[in-house]
């Protein structure tokens, strides 16, 4: 299955059960319908919103049938945003702490040189989904102090360098406000 279609029926597959994983205590809910046994395949808000940008970054090359799909997709997270806005804006607020948790624990890892700096792509997966969940209209300054000292330890452990994910998300991701894209690990 090519890429935009596993990914449009991933998502498919966590708007069709988005409302009672907000109604759940659970952060990383795991799929029914699953695409593969990776851990993207939970449904998590940040898994959600990377996976629209995803879709987004690759519709230019879509046909009619897959536009459509993609266009009834956004109608359903829109709606579902709608409904269930107060539920949401606390579930990111529990997955913003959890994210922040596994950032911290990969850049503690890191400055002590137990962390895998090939990882770097990978983990940033966890900052960018801290971003994004702020988009949902989760109060910023309760993690501003730590995302800002956790910043600064990124900075020391990296170097400005050329935007480092697949080029096509990268009008999504401006070097403003994540800048952590647009860097690489020092030598």
Do not use: C
Not at 51 to 76: G, H, N, P, V
Not at 94 to 113: F, K, P, Q, T, V
Not at 148 to 155: C, W, Y
Request: negative net charge.
């Amino acid at each position: 299955m090519p890429e935009s279609e596993a990914t449009l029926q991933y998502v498919a597959n966590m708007l069709s059960e988005l409302e009672h994983y907000l109604l759940s205590p659970e952060i990383f809910w795991p799929l029914s319908q699953r695409n593969s046994a990776t851990p993207q395949d939970r449904l998590t808000l940040g898994n959600l919103l990377l996976s629209l940008d995803q879709l987004d970054a690759l519709r230019q090359t879509w046909d009619a049938q897959k536009e459509s799909q993609f266009l009834e997709i956004e109608m359903q997270w829109e709606q579902s945003q709608a409904k269930w806005k107060s539920a949401i804006e606390r579930k990111a607020e529990h997955e913003i702490s959890s994210r922040m948790n596994l950032w911290r624990a990969y850049l503690e890892d890191l400055e002590e040189g137990q962390g895998a700096m090939f990882d770097y792509g990978r983990e940033l997966r966890n900052r960018v989904m801290i971003e994004r969940l702020f988009t949902l209209g989760v109060a910023r300054e309760p993690w501003e102090a730590e995302l800002q000292r956790l910043d600064r330890l990124l900075q020391s452990l990296v170097i400005p360098s050329e935007y480092i994910w697949p080029q096509s998300t990268q009008y999504h991701y401006p070097q403003v406000p994540y800048w952590f894209l647009y860097s690489r690990p020092r030598s």
